[in-house]
């Protein structure tokens, strides 16, 4: 995940593009939730999984007001347009494919386990695929058609997964 966050936030500085930056932020807080359960496992502090999820709720929420901002920015012709990335669209078909398979693996460990929190990962892997296959179709629209609106719009459009999983980190069981 490291490296697809790296991958990620150095194809959307180099090509401006918004979907490609929200992609690499998701990424990044999937990236920490992981590290959590991980840690989560070796810890016996029973607020573990309430601080992670409040962390994690707070920190989508913080993304999608950034990727709000950033799409408007760029939809108002104020920042740069974003460019075509090749890379980023690899990553992201990479991503599309791959995830699915990840999201399944951690919800048989979280039934093997009984973990909440292994159960909620996965579902942030599975969410994760969803936005790959939508910030993808931006960056080709912008590579193939020259439409460089469909970026930021693509952006726009993972909106409502990242304030889904916000409300759900924020919300979760463990919290009370």
């Known amino acids: 995940m490291t490296v697809e966050v790296l991958v990620a936030l150095c194809a959307a500085v180099l ?13 990044a807080i999937e990236a920490f939730s992981a590290a959590v359960v991980l840690w989560r496992f070796h810890t016996a502090r029973a607020q573990a999984e309430a601080t992670a999820a409040k962390i994690t709720g707070w920190l989508l929420v913080a993304l999608a007001i950034v990727i709000s901002a950033e799409s408007l920015y ?6 740069p347009k974003p460019q075509p990335s090749y890379l980023g ?23 093997s386990a009984n973990s909440a929190s292994l159960r909620a990962d996965a579902a942030q892997s ?7 296959w939508i910030a993808l179709a931006g960056l080709l629209l912008n590579a193939l058609a020259h439409t460089t609106w469909a970026d930021p719009v693509a952006a726009a459009c993972l909106l409502p997964f990242i304030l889904k999983e916000a409300k759900q980190a924020l919300s979760s069981p463990w919290q009370k």
Do not use: E, N
């Open 15 to 27: 090509s401006h593009s918004v979907a490609l930056a929200a992609f690499a932020g998701d990424s």
């Open 89 to 111: 669209i690899a990553l992201l078909l990479a991503a599309g494919l791959f995830m699915p398979w990840l999201g399944h693996r951690k919800r048989d460990l979280a039934s």
């Open 74 to 79: 760029t939809l108002l012709g104020k920042g």
């Open 126 to 132: 599975s969410v994760c695929a969803y936005m790959s």
